[in-house]
């Protein structure tokens, strides 16, 4: 069906920039950072309307079926269909969010909230992640309307709310699965179009967010023999606790197979006590970080790991390691103990996509005819709610054509050379998919 591929022709460069142009200068009022910078998805979905409404049932002027589908106000959600011949036959692109994490321009080199031009080069918050796909998405629909191709599989585009702040929940693709909207989608492929780098991102990690809550006593640093340091139990509890963690949960062999950068690890990212001065031994610190877990292992499990081992701790503290030679976690004769508490916030599974489904070799195919290569790679990083569209039956395959380097990164730019080579992909799949 190589006729398709020549009918939708190559990604018009005059019109996606155009459309680009106009999202960026959106991306100030959708940033994502609640309770301060709640996004307005709807100034992104005005324009995508724009384009394609002339060439809608709505107004008469093409096929293409359009729903705003809203549950909070200005932030709405837009599936767009290109209807196909054969009933139940799908084909669709999804993922494609119009939130932004948030961008501080006086640490970028240029204005993040306008799209500027370096060469090839097309700069600004949100060209790779994500409002660059919402951009290219819409081309190829716009392309499908404008050409009415004959079809066999319904085309299906749905431009979601919501993305960057998943602890939020019933605005975006949650809501829509809950309501049935997506169910339908159900009969085809189902490509996540949020990652980057231009090849198929075949498997992501799991996050556990936790808090590991240190109880000493304070005292005078002049006598530490007095104090139980909540910073020196910190230190060597978690030491324990990650030896015991990478013991649990070591390299997966799937994971090889599925490419991961790294297997799963347990690591600090921040830490915090009261305050006091220098020359005070604190009462107490919380040290947090993160659990980044490949998809071969149980977030449930690691959590009740996790649990299991600060108890265990709490009840053998004289056996923990120590520093020098007045270092202690028990005062007997104060009937004191240094303790432990850990807690979890909101925690997210990965996903393993599925390597011998139609999807994911047509997706190989594609990327190979037009990149040159297929490579297919899998991160740690976390997109939480394709794992539940998996488990809700879908055949998720996951692609992006913005550039990992830039990704949620100061001074954000894609390359227009990769997004024409995303619609040529995009173009490529239809075709297979017709066979």
Known sequence: MADI????????????????????????????????????EDRVVKHVLNSLLPYSTT????????????????????????????????????????????????????????????GEKLRGRGTTDCLGHVALVTELMKKLGETKPKLKSTVVAV?????ENSAITGVGVDALVKDGLLNKLKGGPLYWIDTADKQPCIGTGGMIPWKLHVTGKLFHSGLPHKAINPL?????????????????????????????????????????????????IPAECTISGDVRLTPFYSVEDVMSKLQN????????????????????????????RGSLAVTFDEA????????KSRGFEVLCK???????????????????????????????????????????????????????QGYQIFTSIISQLEN
């Open 59 to 118: 107004t008469g002027g093409g096929p293409l079926i359009v729903n705003h589908v809203s549950y909070f106000p200005q932030r709405g959600n837009l599936i767009v269909e290109y209807p196909g011949t054969e009933q139940g036959k799908i084909l669709s692109f999804v993922g494609m969010h119009m939130d932004v994490v948030t961008a501080n321009p006086n640490d970028w080199e240029f204005d993040p909230f306008s799209l500027s031009i370096d």
């Open 348 to 355: 997210s599974s990965g996903v393993a996509c599925n390597l």
């Open 232 to 280: 020196e139990l910190g230190m060597e509890a978690l030491k324990e606790i990650q030896s015991r963690f990478y013991r649990d949960f070591p390299p997966h062999k799937e994971e090889q197979v599925y490419g991961f950068a790294t297997p799963s690890t347990m690591k600090p990212t921040q830490w915090s006590y009261p305050g006091g001065g220098i020359n005070q």
């Open 309 to 336: 081992h600060v108890d265990d701790i709490n009840e053998n503290i004289e056996k923990l390691g120590t520093r020098g030679p007045v270092s202690k976690y028990v005062l007997p004769e104060e009937n004191l």
């Open 366 to 420: 594609a990327t190979e005819k037009i990149v040159g290569h297929v490579k297919p790679y899998s991160i740690t990083g976390t997109l939480p709610l394709i794992r539940e569209l998996k488990d809700e039956g879908f055949d998720v395959q996951t692609a992006g054509y913005g550039l990992m380097a830039t990704y949620h990164a100061k001074n954000e730019y894609c390359l227009l050379s990769d997004m024409c």
């Open 5 to 40: 591929e020549q009918v939708l022709g190559d990604l018009n460069k005059d019109s996606f920039v155009s459309l680009l142009t106009k999202l960026i200068g959106e991306s100030k009022y959708v940033q994502n950072n609640p309770p301060e910078l709640i996004p307005e």
């Open 159 to 163: 431009f979601i709310a919501n993305e």
